[in-house]
């Protein structure tokens, strides 16, 4: 269904991405080379031929009892939309381009999980309706930023599931698209956060950093509330909270923030070099991972 991670380092390097000279943030070669990273990277698997491997009864039934399902399919529901609807306002022919295939393979992530409870009779909640209210630049950017706080776990706890043969290898290999899909989104969109602030008007600059903190405080609280429920015992459906509970009860946080590390700059690392990277969750993780202990190895 897809080609190796390494073609995507092939690509960038036909482009001559890794031997041109420097860029400036802000600048049109700048908002070229983040928006055809995006568009020449393209996947074009189509969701309604993929041919799901048949699953023992016990790797079946570790695929359904994980609590995600519902709301990964509504994420991804919602993403698309908030994509979208900022792609409808964006007045740039070659960005709006790019946001447009954003929001299409948002989309097609839903299609996607979509057909795989279906092919393994998972039983999914009915969906809600999607709507946007209000800024589509807040709507984008909310998801934007939610996705580089759960990608950089997801990327993590797919690695883990994958060593650890909580997947079977051709599911991993079937669903490995999406996961890097994600990489490219938010390798996209902190270049286009970082190009926009550029290029707005100085007066409108500490106006869209408020934004900035508004939408970081609206994610925070968001996840502090996902907390709480699974405190009082209701069930959250929630990947990077519920993933590693469900991936293992024994998996150790600093194992897992090492891995999600490293994946973080292996998936990152098939990219052009002078594009930036997401940086505030990656420092975050390795400032906290500091202060932690790794779990003693077993002895021979």
């Known amino acids: 269904m897809s080609p190796p991670l390494s073609a995507i380092s092939e690509t960038s390097k036909a482009q001559g991405s890794f031997s041109e000279g420097p860029i400036r943030l802000g600048s049109d070669a700048h908002k070229t080379l983040f928006c055809r990273t995006l568009l020449d990277t393209f996947n074009p698997y189509r969701p309604a031929v993929i041919d799901w491997p048949k699953l023992d009864a016990e790797a079946r039934d570790r695929l359904v009892s994980l609590p995600i399902w519902d709301i990964a399919v509504q994420t991804e529901g919602r993403a698309r939309l908030n994509v979208a609807s900022y792609a409808a306002v964006t007045s740039d022919p070659l960005l709006r381009k790019a946001i447009e295939l954003n929001a299409f393979e948002e989309g097609r ?11 393994y009779g998972i039983a999914l909640a009915p969906e809600p309706e999607y ?19 759960d990608s ?6 797919f690695q883990s599931a994958k060593r650890s043969g909580f997947f079977p290898e051709a599911l991993v290999d079937t669903f490995e698209p999406v996961i890097q899909e994600e990489a490219r989104h938010i390798l996209f969109f902190v270049n286009w956060a970082a190009w926009h602030r550029r290029t707005m008007k100085l007066w409108r600059r500490p106006f869209f950093e408020l934004k900035v903190l508004a939408v970081w405080l609206f994610l925070i609280w968001e996840r502090i509330g996902i907390a709480r429920d699974m405190g009082s015992g209701v069930q959250d459906n929630n990947f990077t909270m519920t993933g590693a509970k469900s991936v293992g009860d024994d998996i150790n946080v600093a194992e897992l923030i090492d891995i999600c590390l490293a994946e973080n700059r292996r998936r990152m690392g098939l990219y052009d070099r002078r594009l930036l990277r997401p940086f505030a969750v990656p420092a975050l993780a390795g400032f906290v991972r500091r202060f932690m202990r790794s779990r003693p190895k077993p002895l021979a």
């Open 109 to 119: 992530h839903k299609h996607v999980l979509s057909n795989l409870v279906a092919a």
């Open 131 to 149: 709507a946007v209210k209000g800024d589509p630049e807040w709507a984008f950017m909310v998801t934007g930023y939610s996705e580089c706080i």
């Open 152 to 157: 950089f776990f997801a990327f993590g706890l």
